[in-house]
């Protein structure tokens, strides 16, 4: 058999337009567009960041004191500390809508009076940490050289040293006082942020280690951009992704380092609530009054699931890698 | 490599020396002596003082707990009169290390096959079932699974015992809730890394030079997998050592974890910082030891030597 012939009428020139070539196929979307559009796309990241809101405005509104509503509203009628012996661990139902504790004390409200202490912790705590962490790895990356390496020496030793463990002790020199909410949540919050800056600041170092040797950053100093701006226009917004994801990420670990410190009775001191000492108290009286138990622990493991998810969403949002 | 295990013994030796005069420094922070109870006269809180060296300068205390710390002696407990720390650790450390190890292999074991089966179905009903349950093992704390499983299994359905340490089935439940994040968080990274090996060209090449699947997936595929799940090891054990604290309470197990947290109550100074540094050198030679391991298992750090 023979091959079939090959010759050149078999061919055709491709037609090539130069003002098609030069037009824009789709739309031009900045990083967040871009990164908004993908996190949309990812149906459990904004699972999480539903009941992350739906918590957050729960936790803003249950606990209030509102005229306007009607008479049976929870913040109309309790506050997290009143006592009522006549109603003491009443299962839930009625006017208590999830019961009341061993103190005669409204759960419904206690639950999220304690989400309002737990979430404003965890949020400010992981705020503090990425304020020291982006000052000491800004600086270590930016200044490189002698003044890195000792910056990186101090960082290796103090990583070594065990979280909670220096936590526990620190809660200890600042044990809470119950005078006011204030001094009772500051030394909590001192003793969560000593070491927790330091993963913040490794992310950052690194970042702005790759960055600043980067052509952008030298056709920046060539124009004549002072150090400020290189490093608010150009190093920021390239780091900025990385550290949004690690402040997501970090929030849910600072909210399960005051629930814990809660549970084991370090925290918070007792007529507060945070969802740490609801769910200590209710784990004393798990076998008579289970409700005490059951509440405050969905509400911490569905807070820090919710975060974790939107967390892991935005990370795979923010990487410009996975763009398609 | 040898350059590499001396920079992070180094590394190790002076977190240590940093958590010990940071602890010392702390405890004598504490507005307060021991002493300070009110009906105790004076002449007696005076000797009380001079017994326990507390009369003595800061640096002159700080040298002699530094010498006793080299004789490994650590004081007595300040509640506990007549008992040593060490004999409390001698006595309560077993317990947890036995927990500890429990989890850690449950975890391990748990996790790693979680992971690899998830990664060979990839996308299917396991892979996801398999996500789902590390994400809410990585979510849910300790002590929340501890509790919920107690009410559960002890107090409802009554078919584990509630509390206590010695038989199988005391240890079940603690072992489990400890060890849930690390199946957690082996599940998802083994995953990546299997997927990640799977697609390179010398599994291809395996392949096409005719090995059977067994013998391409322990060979080829596992063996180069765990080497990068290996590292998270090390914070993993910090994880399930500071995770026995509240474990052990919820469990009534007698281990060194519930002394640590009620000398924290009792404001049992020597004790707190016998444990702390105790655990802190623990952790810190556990850690040590993942990583130096770590460099002996990768040929690839073993030959070049260092890894930055």
Same mark, same amino acid.
């Given at each position: 058999?023979?091959?079939?012939?090959?010759?050149?009428?078999?061919?055709?020139?491709?037609?090539?337009?130069?003002?098609?070539?030069?037009?824009?196929?789709?739309?031009?979307?900045?990083?967040?567009?871009?990164?908004?559009?993908?996190?949309?796309?990812?149906?459990?990241?904004?699972?999480?960041?539903?009941?992350?809101?739906?918590?957050?405005?729960?936790?803003?509104?249950?606990?209030?004191?509102?005229?306007?509503?009607?008479?049976?509203?929870?913040?109309?009628?309790?506050?997290?500390?009143?006592?009522?012996?006549?109603?003491?661990?009443?299962?839930?139902?009625?006017?208590?809508?999830?019961?009341?504790?061993?103190?005669?004390?409204?759960?419904?409200?206690?639950?999220?009076?304690?989400?309002?202490?737990?979430?404003?912790?965890?949020?400010?705590?992981?705020?503090?940490?990425?304020?020291?962490?982006?000052?000491?790895?800004?600086?270590?990356?930016?200044?490189?050289?002698?003044?890195?390496?000792?910056?990186?020496?101090?960082?290796?030793?103090?990583?070594?040293?065990?979280?909670?463990?220096?936590?526990?002790?620190?809660?200890?020199?600042?044990?809470?006082?119950?005078?006011?909410?204030?001094?009772?949540?500051?030394?909590?919050?001192?003793?969560?942020?000593?070491?927790?800056?330091?993963?913040v600041a490794r992310l950052v170092r690194g970042q702005v280690l790759q960055l600043?040797?980067?052509?952008?950053?030298?056709?920046?100093?060539?124009?004549?951009?002072?150090?400020?701006?290189?490093?608010?226009?150009?190093?920021?917004?390239?780091?900025?992704?990385?550290?949004?994801?690690?402040?997501?990420?970090?929030?849910?670990?600072?909210?399960?380092?005051?629930?814990?410190?809660?549970?084991?009775?370090?925290?918070?001191?007792?007529?507060?609530?945070?969802?740490?000492?609801?769910?200590?108290?209710?784990?004393?009286?798990?076998?008579?009054?289970?409700?005490?138990?059951?509440?405050?622990?969905?509400?911490?493991?569905?807070?820090?699931?919710?975060?974790?998810?939107?967390?892991?969403?935005?990370?795979?949002?923010?990487?410009?890698?996975?763009?398609? | 490599?040898? *350059?590499?295990?001396?920079?992070?013994?180094?590394?190790?030796?002076?977190?240590?020396?940093?958590?010990?005069?940071?602890?010392?420094?702390?405890?004598?922070?504490?507005?307060?002596?021991?002493?300070?109870?009110?009906?105790?006269?004076?002449?007696?809180?005076?000797?009380?003082?001079?017994?326990?060296?507390?009369?003595?300068?800061?640096?002159?205390?700080?040298?002699?707990?530094?010498?006793?710390?080299?004789?490994?002696?650590?004081?007595?407990?300040?509640?506990?009169?007549?008992?040593?720390?060490?004999?409390?650790?001698?006595?309560?450390?077993?317990y947890s290390a036995d927990l500890g190890v429990r989890a850690i292999l449950f975890?391990?074991?748990?996790?790693?096959?979680?992971?690899?089966?998830?990664?060979?179905?990839?996308?299917?009903?396991?892979?996801?079932?398999?996500?789902?349950?590390?994400?809410?093992?990585?979510?849910?704390?300790?002590?929340?699974?501890?509790?919920?499983?107690?009410?559960?299994?002890?107090?409802?359905?009554?078919?584990?015992?509630?509390?206590?340490?010695?038989?199988?089935?005391?240890?079940?439940?603690?072992?489990?809730?400890?060890?849930?994040?690390?199946?957690?968080?082996?599940?998802?990274?083994?995953?990546?890394?299997?997927?990640?090996?799977?697609?390179?060209?010398?599994?291809?090449?395996?392949?096409?030079?005719?090995?059977?699947?067994?013998?391409?997936?322990?060979?080829?595929?596992?063996?180069?997998?765990?080497?990068?799940?290996?590292?998270?090891?090390?914070?993993?054990?910090?994880?399930?050592?500071?995770?026995?604290?509240?474990?052990?309470?919820?469990?009534?197990?007698?281990?060194?974890?519930?002394?640590?947290?009620?000398?924290?109550?009792?404001?049992?100074?020597?004790?707190?910082?016998?444990?702390?540094?105790?655990?802190s050198a623990l952790l810190i030679v556990a850690i040590l030891l993942v990583d130096?391991?770590?460099?002996?298992?990768?040929? *690839?750090?073993?030959?070049?030597?260092?890894?930055?």
């Amino acid at each position: 058999m023979a091959a079939p012939e090959i010759n050149r009428e078999l061919f055709q020139p491709v037609q090539f337009d130069r003002e098609q070539a030069e037009t824009i196929s789709r739309p031009a979307l900045t990083y967040w567009q871009d990164a908004w559009i993908r996190l949309k796309r990812n149906k459990t990241a904004m699972a999480g960041m539903l009941v992350l809101v739906v918590i957050i405005i729960a936790a803003m509104v249950f606990p209030a004191r509102a005229s306007f509503l009607p008479q049976w509203w929870p913040g109309n009628l309790y506050v997290y500390s009143d006592q009522n012996l006549q109603e003491i661990s009443r299962p839930p139902g009625g006017l208590h809508w999830i019961g009341t504790d061993d103190l005669g004390r409204d759960l419904w409200v206690r639950l999220w009076t304690g989400a309002r202490l737990s979430l404003t912790i965890g949020i400010s705590a992981a705020l503090v940490d990425l304020l020291i962490g982006i000052v000491y790895g800004g600086i270590s990356g930016y200044l490189g050289g002698a003044v890195d390496d000792v910056m990186m020496r101090i960082i290796e030793v103090l990583f070594g040293i065990p979280y909670l463990i220096m936590v526990i002790l620190l809660s200890l020199i600042f044990r809470p006082t119950s005078a006011n909410l204030f001094s009772a949540v500051m030394p909590l919050l001192l003793a969560l942020t000593i070491l927790g800056w330091i993963g913040v600041a490794r992310l950052v170092r690194g970042q702005v280690l790759q960055l600043k040797n980067q052509e952008f950053v030298l056709a920046a100093q060539v124009l004549g951009a002072d150090t400020w701006r290189i490093v608010a226009k150009h190093l920021l917004p390239n780091v900025i992704g990385p550290i949004i994801v690690w402040v997501t990420l970090d929030i849910p670990s600072v909210i399960f380092s005051e629930a814990f410190l809660s549970f084991v009775g370090l925290g918070v001191p007792m007529p507060f609530a945070s969802w740490g000492t609801l769910a200590a108290n209710g784990y004393q009286f798990m076998r008579i009054w289970p409700w005490f138990i059951i509440f405050p622990s969905i509400a911490i493991a569905l807070t820090m699931l919710s975060f974790n998810l939107f967390g892991d969403g935005l990370r795979d949002a923010l990487d410009p890698r996975m763009r398609k | 490599m040898a *350059r590499y295990v001396t920079r992070r013994l180094a590394q190790a030796l002076v977190t240590l020396w940093v958590i010990i005069t940071v602890t010392f420094l702390l405890m004598h922070a504490l507005p307060g002596d021991p002493f300070t109870d009110p009906k105790l006269p004076e002449q007696i809180r005076q000797n009380m003082r001079i017994k326990y060296g507390l009369d003595k300068p800061l640096y002159e205390q700080y040298g002699i707990y530094f010498n006793n710390l080299a004789h490994g002696n650590l004081g007595y407990s300040l509640k506990y009169q007549q008992r040593t720390v060490n004999d409390m650790i001698r006595d309560g450390f077993p317990y947890s290390a036995d927990l500890g190890v429990r989890a850690i292999l449950f975890g391990v074991l748990m996790g790693v096959s979680l992971g690899t089966l998830a990664a060979f179905y990839h996308d299917g009903w396991f892979d996801r079932t398999a996500m789902v349950i590390a994400v809410v093992g990585v979510s849910v704390p300790n002590f929340i699974i501890a509790t919920l499983l107690d009410y559960l299994l002890a107090a409802k359905l009554q078919i584990l015992p509630a509390a206590g340490w010695g038989s199988f089935q005391q240890s079940l439940m603690p072992s489990f809730s400890l060890g849930l994040l690390v199946v957690a968080t082996m599940a998802r990274l083994m995953r990546a890394s299997v997927l990640d090996v799977v697609g390179q060209d010398y599994i291809r090449t395996a392949k096409a030079k005719g090995l059977n699947s067994r013998e391409v997936i322990w060979r080829h595929i596992i063996r180069n997998a765990i080497l990068p799940v290996i590292t998270v090891l090390g914070p993993l054990i910090v994880n399930i050592v500071t995770g026995s604290f509240v474990i052990e309470q919820v469990f009534g197990i007698p281990g060194l974890g519930k002394y640590f947290i009620q000398a924290v109550y009792n404001n049992d100074y020597t004790l707190i910082m016998g444990t702390t540094i105790f655990y802190s050198a623990l952790l810190i030679v556990a850690i040590l030891l993942v990583d130096v391991l770590y460099g002996f298992v990768d040929p *690839r750090i073993r030959l070049a030597g260092g890894r930055d």
